[in-house]
């Protein structure tokens, strides 16, 4: 621990944002870095308790709390704190594949965790990691490791993104062949195809995919495992498969006018407007344009936000964003004490952007939508909704209950749906026999991550259900492990 009184003398700083009505003009990340002086000043927080929580990731009430990948973030804040950023490095990449990810778009259980918090505000560990990670690229610290010797076994990895990327980067260090499919043009998941790119820049993730690809990944895109690309000539051509394919299946709200033009799921959405911009910059015109329309986003997670933000960015009319559930508290209630993750009200850069255009957050909260109806032309003109309580039933759970007289109509003509997700799609599974657990994931143990067909595995949220990148990294690292094992009799792999 570089200074003992760190925490005591410093306040927390994070890195600026390009404000609202500014950043909204673009579609590029809006945070400015602290400088270099001032994050070893940030690292110098760090107190080194002697009981960490930060890089525990340990489930407290079914959330993590601390790290899922087991940062090793006090060394590394001490590291920043003197300045030697380039060990910092080496610490980092000890834990994590992909630290641009996480340090972009990671929540930060780490930071929810950390024992400063406990009386001040935390040390801010998710910008420190970023800048490590960021300098070393910038310095040109980081170059294609390909590993000096081959074992001759080949692997298939299904599924491009944070799972399946760190998988095979791990298989590929302990010496096999990793082939990745992906049934997208792009490789990277929801890295690429889901989070917007003013949250995550896809030139860092090409940036990624083009080194693991110069340490002998081989990447195959547009083919889709088990509808253009035989599941058979998968079996016969590789020693082992590791199946990362995530849970894209979207909850869908069958109500009366789902139908109707204009209305739809978010992943569709989203997945266009990126494509679009990457390929063209929007000049092809082929994404769901939101552009002087009123949007209406139905869920209040962060799928939800990123649909305000890209709605905002396309020149929406108007954008409202409804929760069925009621307001988080703004400070932790008695029953989500530290160092459990924080279930407090977050404003995220969608809710920013919608309130300095409005003058209004945009959540509308504990509110039901009960049908759409269209104009003469079988498009979206409007939104029925009720205000909803949740009462207990006679079975102590808690149900919605409508509130009398509550009902109202709300003009619209986007709705997009981003209720959550019901599990993975199930075309490979069904294909190669693959058990599933009672949400439809594919069922293999967390830390065996085998499934019932023998050399077949699965991991990140094909495995255990819309997640976050954090944990997909985790998963892809540690059924790295398990396949090397598998293969070999023993792994050397962390
Ligand atoms: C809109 C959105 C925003 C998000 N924002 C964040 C965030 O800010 N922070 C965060 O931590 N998490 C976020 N998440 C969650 C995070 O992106 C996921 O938890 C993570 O990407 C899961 O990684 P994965 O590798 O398991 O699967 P995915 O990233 O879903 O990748 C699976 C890949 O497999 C491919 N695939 C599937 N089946 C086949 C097949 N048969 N053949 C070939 N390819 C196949 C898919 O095309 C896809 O590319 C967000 C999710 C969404 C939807
Ligand atoms: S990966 Fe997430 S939880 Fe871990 S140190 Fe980084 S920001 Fe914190």
Redesign the pocket.
């Known amino acids: 621990m570089g200074k003992p009184t760190g925490f005591i003398e410093h306040a927390r700083e994070v890195a600026s944002e390009a404000s609202p009505l500014v950043r909204i003009g673009h579609w590029k990340e809006f945070a400015t870095p602290l400088t270099q002086d001032k994050l070893q000043v940030q690292g110098s927080r760090c107190m080194d308790c002697g009981i960490p929580f930060c890089h525990t990731g340990s489930l407290i009430s079914g959330m993590a709390a601390g790290c899922p990948v087991n940062n090793l973030i006090p060394e590394w804040n001490d590291l920043v704190y003197r300045g030697q950023w380039r060990e910092a490095l080496d610490r980092l990449h000890k834990t994590n594949n992909f630290p641009e990810f996480?340090g972009r778009?990671?929540?930060a259980p780490c930071e929810g965790s950390c024992t400063v918090g406990l009386k001040d505000t935390p040390v801010t560990i998710k910008s420190i990691e970023k800048a490590i990670i960021d300098k070393g690229f910038d310095e040109g610290w980081i170059k294609p490791e390909p590993p000096e010797t081959r074992t001759g076994k080949k692997v298939a990895v299904?599924?491009?993104?944070?799972?399946?990327?760190a998988a095979a980067a791990q298989l590929n260090k302990a010496g096999h062949w990793v082939t990745v499919?992906?049934?997208?043009d792009r490789v990277?998941?929801?890295?690429?195809?889901?989070?917007p790119n003013m949250?995550l820049d896809k030139k860092y993730v090409q940036r990624r995919v083009d080194l693991l690809e110069a340490e002998g990944i081989a990447f195959v895109t547009g083919?889709?495992?088990?509808?253009n690309?035989p599941i058979e000539k998968l079996q016969e051509e590789f020693d082992a498969i590791v199946l990362?394919?995530?849970?894209?299946k979207g909850r869908d709200l069958p109500i009366e006018g789902r139908e109707l033009g204009g209305v739809h799921l978010?992943?569709e959405f989203?997945s266009k407007n990126t494509k679009s911009l990457l390929d063209s910059e929007h000049a092809d015109r082929e994404f769901i344009s939101a552009e002087g329309k009123d949007v209406i986003v139905i869920g209040g997670g962060?799928?939800g936000t990123?649909c305000v933000g890209t709605s905002i960015r396309h020149k929406c009319k108007s954008v409202t964003q409804f929760e069925i559930m009621p307001k988080s508290p703004e400070t932790r209630p008695a029953n989500n004490p530290w160092p459990e993750w924080p279930k407090v009200l977050k404003v995220d850069y969608g809710q920013q952007e919608a309130a300095a255009l409005q003058g209004e957050d945009p959540r509308t909260y504990l509110i039901n939508t009960k049908k759409f109806v269209g104009d003469e032309n079988g498009n979206l003109k409007e939104l029925h909704t009720v205000l909803i309580e949740w009462q207990k039933n006679d079975k102590g759970a808690f149900v919605p209950v409508e509130v009398p007289g509550s009902e109202k109509v709300y003009p619209a003509q986007l709705v997009l749906i981003a209720m959550g997700?019901t599990g993975p799609?199930s075309?490979?599974l069904d294909q190669l026999g693959v058990a599933k657990d009672e949400r439809s994931n594919a069922k293999a143990d967390y830390g065996k991550f085998a499934t019932n067909v023998d050399g077949v595995f699965a991991?990140?949220?094909?495995r255990r259900g819309?997640?976050?990148?954090?944990?997909?990294i985790n998963?892809?690292r540690a059924v790295a492990r398990e396949v090397d094992r598998f293969l070999m009799g023993s792994s050397n792999l962390p």
Do not use: N
Request: hydrophobic fraction near 40%; aromatic fraction near 8%.
């Open positions: 996480t778009v990671c929540p299904v599924g491009s993104g944070p799972s399946g990327l499919f992906e049934r997208a990277g998941g929801l890295l690429m195809y889901g989070i949250k083919a889709h495992v088990g509808v690309y990362c394919g995530g849970a894209t978010a992943m989203l962060d799928t990123d997700f799609e075309t490979v991991a990140g949220d094909m819309q997640s976050l990148v954090v944990w997909a998963e892809g």
